[in-house]
């Protein structure tokens, strides 16, 4: 038997393994109308699992089993909900070839990415594992002496989870996580185009002991009309989104009319600030990571590599040469370090904004194309010389594509950088030490990566500013997204 054979039977019998059906009250049942949907490979454009499509009336029901555990499930005691994450931690790390390979085949990243997103999906498990035995509160006597202040933490409740296509486990767990160990129900809808490693992911929570009812899964291609009548339900009583900002805008204003608490990591267009002080392979090293980890599918990829004049040619021609030598294919291939974008439409938005700059004078210096065949493949591309009236300086790109603009002086690079509707995260390269802490303060958004091209990580907040969103994910804040605050106050006892 051929090596190719090989990969594919384990391929097949690891998708088989996959549960297809939506998880509601403890049970893996069929949508109630009978329908499916095909989720397929990106790399190949084949179907690999088809799986249940949720009504809205699946919904309701996954509703009504969250709302149904949830008094019993705030009752638990936060050790034994804190053991039943790192349960499904330790179960994780056991199985972690499985879930990089189910990524890679449902979402196209390389396996190496793949196995680099298990490692940081999991440490969201563990983190709020340990954060579920520290929820804690104050007591203490007024001012006024009249009597006794008592603050307490509370769960919000039942809470719908809305998680993307492009890191299918890590977003997960970073919601998941907090949820469960603040002592929340959950009714959790994963991404149609790659629903599957959520899927596994609540199969294992099941079997670290998770009670029926705390996690309900639905799969739906209804996504708006579910949505609207989960959040009219009063007994919902919160909602986390992971996606674009125009949904983000959508949901919040659906959220006002039953006032729930809402969490929302939306869009970016970060700033990647290389000045002429920066150590040179640092910075390269920092752009290759920021920009196309994730095949530049990312909210915190690089997106605007605004370089000092005087080593912008210098950059440019270092990153090019870089870009050039990636290697292109199925993520499941030795030595791949691009994949295939999503699907056809993110093809097709990368062309038109590439296409658009490279009319209106930026300069072309390596790719700049689709590739033909199978699949959703475009060629890591950089363009120079970007500027005002091109769609790619404005608008989220989502691909990997590296656009460099010119900038002369400090000044000229705070205001570029903060030139953006969007503030999620920003990168700054330099060596002055002031300068550094300068951009800290100056640049406008939630997080900032100052000589590194990754932030992210379980002990900490994640969350932007503006249009990127509100709250945060991850750290010691995470949990407190899914907690409500009561205050009580007792008459002096001595009096």
Not at 235 to 264: H, I, Y
Request: proline fraction near 5%; charged fraction near 25%; hydrophobic fraction near 45%.
């Amino acid at each position: 038997m051929t090596t190719i054979d090989t990969q594919l039977i384990t391929e097949a019998a690891l998708l088989e393994s996959v549960p297809n059906q939506l998880f509601i009250g403890g049970a893996w049942v069929d949508a109630e109308d009978g329908k499916t949907i095909d989720v397929s490979d990106p790399a190949t454009g084949e179907v690999i699992r088809t799986i249940a499509d949720a009504s809205v009336a699946d919904g309701v029901r996954a509703l009504d089993a969250a709302a149904a555990t949830q008094a019993e499930w705030a009752a638990t005691p936060p050790r034994v909900r804190g053991e039943i994450l790192r349960k499904a931690f330790d179960l994780l790390q056991e199985r972690k070839e499985d879930f990089a390979l189910l990524m890679t085949l449902e979402m196209g990243k390389p396996l190496a990415e793949a196995r680099g997103e298990v490692a940081y999906g999991g440490e969201f498990l563990r983190w709020f594992s340990e954060e579920a035995v520290r929820i804690a509160g104050r007591y203490g006597t007024n001012p006024e002496g009249t009597g006794t202040m008592i603050v307490t933490q509370r769960p919000v409740g039942p809470v719908y989870l809305i998680t993307p296509w492009n890191f299918p486990l890590a977003m997960a767990t970073r919601k998941l996580g907090p949820a469960l160990a603040a002592g929340c129900t959950v009714v959790i809808k994963p991404a149609t185009l790659t629903p599957l490693t959520t899927l596994a992911l609540v199969a294992l929570l099941e079997e670290a002991g998770l009670p029926k009812g705390v996690v309900n899964v639905i799969t739906t291609t209804s996504t708006g009309k579910l949505s609207e009548t989960l959040m009219a339900d009063p007994r919902l009583r919160k909602v986390s989104f992971t996606g674009s900002t125009p949904v983000g805008v959508a949901l919040l204003k659906q959220a006002a009319d039953n006032v729930l608490r809402t969490s929302m990591e939306l869009g970016g267009n970060a700033p990647f600030v290389v000045f002429e002080d920066a150590d040179l392979d640092k910075a390269v090293d920092g752009a290759m990571i920021a920009k196309f980890r994730n095949i530049g599918q990312a909210c915190t990829a690089a997106n605007r590599f605004i370089v000092q004049d005087s080593i912008a040619d210098e950059f440019a021609a270092r990153l090019a040469e870089r870009v050039k030598a990636m290697k292109i294919g199925r993520g499941t291939e030795e030595g791949v370090t691009i994949g295939p974008l999503i699907d056809g439409k993110a093809v097709t938005n990368t062309t038109r904004l590439v296409d658009d700059a490279v009319a209106k004078g930026a300069k072309l210096l390596a790719g700049g194309s689709a590739i033909e065949g199978p699949g959703s493949f475009f060629e890591p591309t950089v363009l120079d010389r970007v500027g005002d009236g091109m769609a790619i300086k404005v608008e989220e790109i989502f691909g990997p594509v590296v656009s460099i603009i010119r900038f002369s002086d400090e000044a000229d690079a705070i205001r570029i950088a903060n030139d953006s509707e969007y503030g999620l995260v920003g990168y700054v390269f330099t060596e002055d030490f002031k300068r550094g802490q300068r951009l800290i303060d100056q640049i406008d958004t939630g997080m900032m990566g100052l000589n590194v091209g990754v932030v992210s990580n379980a002990a900490a907040p994640f969350g932007g500013v503006k249009q990127s969103g509100l709250g945060r994910e991850g750290g010691a804040e995470g949990i407190h997204e899914y907690l409500e605050t009561k205050y009580t106050l007792t008459p002096n006892p001595y009096k």
